[in-house]
């Protein structure tokens, strides 16, 4: 059953009270502090200037978080809790995200949280979405041992064990995962001609399986870092893409291993996704060059890829094989950042929302 992840409404003000004193009950105590905000709310968080989220399943409140202005303008994340049953899904890692990208959309600084060393999971999912510890000062609960921040504005150091999440209002990339083979496998039985141009493609049940492995075993040897791409409106897995031939120290990767369903196929899914691999690599890394390679053959990705502003920088020759064991030659282009920051990304962007127009009127 899917999870909604909603803003504060009267008729679940006490779910936050009972999910968070159910938490704090099990392993802390309920402090005065937390007895004023659980009860009130409104007055406590969102009259000051707060956000309530709740994760809704069937119309049942199973998990609460809050952004709590604090007094330098800076925002507090607070009052994650999930119900005992719903523990181990996921939940808290969803509202983590949705508070994320909530504070993003807030052009914050940074994001703050207190908690404690005891709860070694949560502390590694904290870090997982690259919070970092800091100085400890004056905490408002005594429970509190721990203050980790979340720099939103500034560059990171990529870290192939950090689980990036790149995400807006119509698509969410995450890491590829094992476990992912069930929401693709479809495509390999029914769609096997999308990976035609491919000798390692994911064409059948078997191929997508190695497919999956290689990469999340690439990740894991620090060379590659796939993809699995969610559209928000189908609900469902519509493809992968990957970055790959990692030259972090130069400032220099490749962007591809892409495919996508036929449905999706011809919409704004790709743009947006090589808008938000494009923003992430050139600022959030800072990277000076984003490479794409293409069969000289591939029209449709050839064109998808100058349709987005890639430069073609020559060709490879004999350099790939396809799904019939045919060598191909390899079309090379690219992206600099100076180009991203000057026109591409602001042309993708109007190129993004006149598709997402035109489809909405065909509705």
């Keep these: ?26 392993y802390f105590t309920v402090e005065p502090i937390d007895m004023l905000q659980l ?16 994760a809704i399943i069937d119309q049942k409140v199973i998990g ?5 202005k ?30 994320i990208n909530k504070a993003k959309d807030l052009n914050l600084n940074k994001l703050i949280l207190y908690s404690n060393t005891q709860l070694t999971s949560a502390i590694q999912m904290y870090s997982k979405f690259g919070f970092i510890e800091k100085e400890m000062d004056k905490p408002h609960y ?18 192939f064990e950090t689980d990036y999440i790149l995400e807006n209002e119509s698509i969410l990339l995450r890491p590829l995962e094992i476990s992912d083979y069930t929401y693709l496998e479809e495509y390999s039985i029914n769609e096997p001609e999308i990976w035609y141009y491919n000798a390692g493609g994911a064409d059948s049940p078997e191929k997508l399986r190695k497919y999956i492995e290689i990469a999340v075993n690439n990740r894991k040897n620090k060379l590659d870092y796939a993809f699995i791409v969610y559209d928000k409106n189908k609900k469902k897995h519509v493809g992968t893409s990957r970055f790959y031939d990692m030259q972090i120290p130069s400032k220099n990767i490749q962007l591809g291993f892409t495919w996508y369903c ?38 449709r990705s050839i064109n998808a890829m ?18 019939e064991g045919k060598r191909q030659d390899a079309i090379v282009l690219s992206i600099l950042k100076n180009e991203w920051f000057s026109e591409i990304k602001e042309k993708l962007n109007q190129k993004i929302n006149a598709i997402k127009l035109k489809d909405s009127s065909k509705s």
């Design 39 to 54: 009860s009130n709310p409104q007055v406590e968080i969102i009259d000051k200037g707060g956000i309530i989220y709740y």
């Design 70 to 99: 604090m007094e330098d303008s800076n925002y507090e994340l607070g009052k994650m809790a999930v119900t005992e049953k719903h523990q181990g899904a996921g939940i808290g890692k969803k509202l983590l995200i949705h508070c």
């Design 1 to 26: 059953m899917p999870i909604e992840i909603i803003e504060y409404i009267p008729k679940y003000k006490e779910d936050i009270k009972i999910l968070n004193i159910e938490w704090l009950s099990k």
């Design 142 to 159: 005594k429970r509190a041992n721990i203050k980790m921040e979340l720099d939103l504005m500034g560059n990171i150091t990529f870290d």
């Design 306 to 323: 100058k349709s987005i502003g890639c430069t073609v920088e020559g060709f490879l020759r004999s350099f790939a094989i396809d799904s």
């Design 64 to 68: 609460t978080a809050t952004l709590m």
């Design 262 to 299: 036929k449905s999706v196929q011809g919409t704004s899914i790709n743009k947006q996704c090589k808008y938000l691999l494009l923003q992430f690599a050139f600022e959030k890394i800072d990277l000076e060059r984003v490479g794409f390679r293409a069969s000289h053959l591939n029209e």
